[in-house]
């Protein structure tokens, strides 16, 4: 069965699908710059740090630097594709997909086509980016891949992965927003009872969160 086939038709959604859907597609660009102010700092590191640099990735590193600049830039077809003097995020994955730089490269590549409204390719590289131990990047990556999961109507693997993301994130200021997202794609579904916990688990963890603030409504909705 064909990706298509799996998104409901519109008359068919209702007011929550609707809402979660509205929620989604405004928190992906968040969440996204999340990512790239983050990788930002990984990138640095990477150059600096002898432990991570291989031979090739240091090379990986400079030109992962200027495609990260056309991402910053809204600039994502040189971003992926290269300026003509500069390796873009595609190509420096297919030349150094082995080092950190080339698993960097993944992820933004993803970014890249989740920003251009190409779900299926977003997929194809979030779903490739090997996650580390960190407590922001692999995890904002995951909310990302549950995003483009969601905007392909793979409504039950979006909200498994947006729930495992807020799970890794446990404790940083991105796992509410996390649960949120996963609690509304499982009230869309009609599976309120793992909606509830979601909701719940930012009411009683994460209290000074903004996603804390109406909760209550969201927690009433699903009883």
Request: with cysteine.
């Given at each position: 069965?064909?990706?298509?086939?799996?998104?409901?038709?519109?008359?068919?959604?209702?007011?929550?699908?609707?809402?979660?859907?509205?929620?989604?597609?405004?928190?992906?660009?968040?969440?996204?710059?999340?990512?790239?102010?983050?990788?930002?700092?990984?990138?640095?590191?990477?150059?600096?740090?002898?432990?991570?640099?291989?031979?090739?990735?240091?090379?990986?590193?400079?030109?992962?630097?200027?495609?990260?600049?056309?991402?910053?830039?809204?600039?994502y077809e040189q971003a992926l594709n290269g300026d003509g003097t500069n390796l873009g995020f595609l190509q420096i994955n297919e030349q150094y997909g082995g080092t950190p730089s080339g698993n960097i490269a993944r992820l933004y590549?993803?970014?890249?086509?989740?920003?251009?409204?190409?779900?299926?390719?977003?997929?194809?590289?979030?779903?490739?980016?090997?996650?580390?131990?960190?407590?922001?990047?692999?995890?904002?990556?995951?909310?990302?891949?549950?995003?483009?999961?969601?905007?392909?109507?793979?409504?039950?693997?979006?909200?498994?992965?947006?729930?495992?993301?807020?799970?890794?994130?446990?404790?940083?200021?991105?796992?509410?927003?996390?649960?949120?997202?996963?609690?509304?794609?499982?009230?869309?579904?009609?599976?309120?009872?793992?909606?509830?916990?979601?909701?719940?688990?930012?009411?009683?963890?994460?209290?000074?969160?903004?996603?804390?603030?109406?909760?209550?409504?969201?927690?009433?909705?699903?009883?």
């Open positions: 069965m064909s990706k298509k086939n799996n998104v409901a038709p519109v008359n068919e959604i209702d007011e929550t699908v609707k809402a979660s859907t509205g929620f989604i597609e405004k928190h992906l660009k968040t969440v996204a710059a999340v990512i790239g102010g983050v990788l930002a700092v990984i990138i640095i590191c990477l150059v600096v740090n002898q432990y991570y640099i291989q031979p090739n990735n240091a090379e990986a590193a400079d030109n992962i630097a200027v495609a990260q600049q056309h991402f910053q830039q809204g600039m590549a993803g970014l890249c086509y989740a920003h251009t409204d190409r779900a299926e390719e977003a997929v194809k590289y979030l779903e490739d980016y090997d996650l580390c131990d960190d407590q922001m990047v692999s995890n904002a990556a995951l909310s990302a891949l549950g995003n483009v999961y969601a905007q392909l109507g793979q409504n039950e693997k979006a909200a498994a992965t947006l729930l495992k993301a807020a799970k890794r994130a446990n404790g940083t200021t991105l796992a509410p927003l996390f649960y949120l997202q996963a609690g509304q794609i499982y009230e869309a579904l009609g599976n309120n009872s793992e909606a509830l916990e979601c909701y719940e688990t930012i009411k009683n963890e994460y209290p000074k969160s903004v996603q804390r603030q109406d909760i209550d409504k969201y927690i009433e909705r699903v009883k």
